[in-house]
C-alpha cells in the first residue's frame, strides 16, 4: 500500500519529532494501549467510535489499496480587506467557530494598515450561515480616533481565540497570543469582543507565527502548537495543559519539522493543529510550508522581481498540506497540497494558508484558507489601498470524514485491518464508487478466517455515493450484534471506489 512519507515510533502515532527517546517510547506505548494495540497484537477498542482512515496504522495488510489526500472544493471568497483599518490586507493568521452563546459563526482575523500604529490589529466578522459575513460596528477599541470598527485586540495577532468550557463566565473566551515584547500571554473576555490581559506570563516564546490552541474533551487536555525551531528553520512544537493560563515548560517538543523528504529551504510557518468534533481519536493539523527563494543561495534569482519592487529578501510561496495524529501528539505529515497555489475566484493565489476552524454542516465540511496573490516578502503591495486584488479569505468545502481515503483501483484491491472489537449492531460505511465502481465487506475473526454468514460471498455489494452506508449480508443481514466485543477484522474489497471511514452504530 502506498502511503505517506512519515517518521516516528511504528503503532497508532506515525510522525516527525524529536522528544527524547524515552518519552517518544512511553507515549507510543500509551497510544497503542488506548486505542487497544501493543506488541502481543491485542485487538483495538473501536467501540461505537467512528474511525476514519488517517494514516496506515489500522491496516494490517492490503493489495492495489492506498490512502489518498483528498483537497476540499474551492467555494468561494467571503472576506476582502475593504475598511480603513485593512488597507495593507488581511495576514495569514485567524480562526473560525460557530459561537452558541452568540448563535452566530466567528471568524476572527488580522487586517493591517502600515499608515497608521500599531500596524495590526486582532478583528472580528460574524455570520449567520459560515458564508456571508459582516464587519460588525462592536464599539470595543479606539482606532485612530473612532470606535466605529470591529476591532477586538490593537497590536495583537499570533493566538486563536477558542471557547473555554472551563473558566467561568467573565473569562469565556480565551486567546493566548505572542508577541515580541509582551511575549506569550493570555486574554480574556466574557463575551469575545472586549479582551483583557492576564499578568501571568505564559512563556517567553515570541513565537512569530500563529499559535493553535484547543481544548480536547476527550483528554481533558488543552493542547497549544506554537512555532518553535528546528535546526534553525521554522517547525510546530506542541504543549499540552491543563488550564489555558498554565505556564508553558522551557523545552517545547518538535511534533513537525521539515526533514529528508523536503527540499532545501523549506520549513513549515502555521500549523491549523485542532481536533476533529467527529470522531474521538482524529486530530486533524494543516502545516503550511514555506518555500524560500534564497535559501539555498542557487535559487535566489526566484527573489530578483520582489526585491526589484522594493519587496524583502525572506521570499517565497506557501501552500497548505495535511497532517493527521490520533493523539495530538505525534503527527503524520501528508506531503501532497491539501490547499495548492492556482486560480481561485479569478485570483492567482501565491500563499495558501489554512486557518484553525470548520463549519460542521449536515452534509459538508467547510473550511476557510488566507490566500495572498503575491508572495512573502512582496511586502510594497501592502501599501496600498487593499481590495480584492490582494486576496482574502477562502472557504472551501470538505466531504464529511473526507480528508482522506482508502482508495480502490479501478481493476481491483483488498484491505485487511488489525484486530479489534466493537459495540452496536450494524456496520456503515462512507463510501463513494460512483458509477462503475463497487464494494463489499466481509467481517473475519481474531485469526482472520471468514466469520460463517459475513463472508464476501454473502456480501452484497455497495454502490453509489453515501455517507452513512449500512453494510448488508445474504437475505438482507446487516446486525452484527452477534458478534459485538468479540475480537474481529474487516476485509475489505473494492474496485474504483473510496472509503472514508466507518463506525459501528445501534
Known sequence: ??????????????????RPVTMIFKRCILAML???????????????????????????????????????????????????????????????????????????????????????CLALATSKDGRNWEKPNLGAVEWNGTKENNIVLLEQREG??????????????????SHPELKTRLFTSPDGIHFTMKEILISPLHSDSQISSFWDADSQKYFHYPRVVSNGLRATGCVETNTMDQPWPETIPVV????????PGLDLYTNACQKYALARNAYLGFPTPYYHYNEPADRAYLNAPTLAKGGKTNDGTIETQLATSCDGETWTRHRTPYIPLGKYDG????????????????????????????????????????????????????RIDGFMSLDFDYEGGTAVTKPFT?????LAVNINTSAS??????????????????????????????????????????????????????????????IYSFQFLQ
Not at 452563546?101 to 487586517?111: D, G, M, S, T, W
Not at 455517507?467 to 476485509?491: C, F, I, M, Y
Open 422 to 426: 466493537f459495540s452496536g449492531n450494524r
Open 347 to 398: 485570483l492567482d493565489i501565491k500563499v495558501a494558508m489554512m486557518i484553525p476552524g470548520i463549519a460542521y454542516e449536515k452534509d459538508w465540511l467547510y473550511q476557510y484558507f488566507m490566500g495572498y496573490t503575491f508572495t512573502h516578502g512582496d511586502t510594497q503591495v501592502r501599501k496600498g489601498n487593499g481590495g480584492r486584488d490582494l486576496g482574502g479569505v477562502f472557504r472551501v468545502r470538505q
Open 160 to 177: 486563536t481565540v477558542i471557547i473555554d468550557p472551563k473558566a467561568s463566565s467573565e473569562h469565556r473566551y480565551a486567546f493566548l497570543s
Open 437 to 498: 465502481g463497487q464494494a463489499r465487506v466481509a467481517i473475519l475473526d481474531k485469526e482472520g478466517k471468514e466469520i460463517a454468514g459475513y463472508g464476501l460471498a454473502d456480501a452484497h455489494y455497495v454502490n453509489g455515493d453515501y455517507l452513512e452506508k449500512t453494510v448488508e449480508w445474504r437475505d438482507g443481514n446487516s446486525d452484527v450484534s452477534p458478534l459485538a466485543e468479540k475480537p474481529v477484522r474487516l476485509h475489505f474489497e473494492g474496485r474504483g471506489c473510496k
Open 1 to 18: 500500500m502506498a502511503m505517506a512519507q512519515h517518521h516516528g515510533t511504528p503503532g497508532g502515532c506515525l510522525g516527525i519529532t524529536e
Open 34 to 120: 488506548v486505542m487497544g494495540w501493543a506488541a502481543a497484537e491485542k485487538p483495538a477498542i473501536v467501540g461505537g467510535d467512528r474511525f476514519l482512515f488517517l494514516d496506515a496504522s489500522f491496516i494490517e495488510s492490503s493489495q492495489n489499496a492506498t490512502l489518498t489526500v483528498n483537497p476540499p472544493a474551492f467555494d468561494a471568497l467571503v472576506l476582502i480587506a475593504d475598511k480603513p483599518w485593512e488597507k495593507g490586507g488581511i495576514t495569514s493568521y485567524g480562526n473560525v467557530f460557530f459561537d452558541p452563546n452568540a448563535h452566530e459563526y466567528r471568524l476572527y482575523y488580522v487586517p493591517i494598515n502600515l499608515d497608521a500604529p500599531p500596524g495590526f
Open 256 to 263: 513537525m519539522a521539515r526533514d529528508e523528504h523536503d527540499p
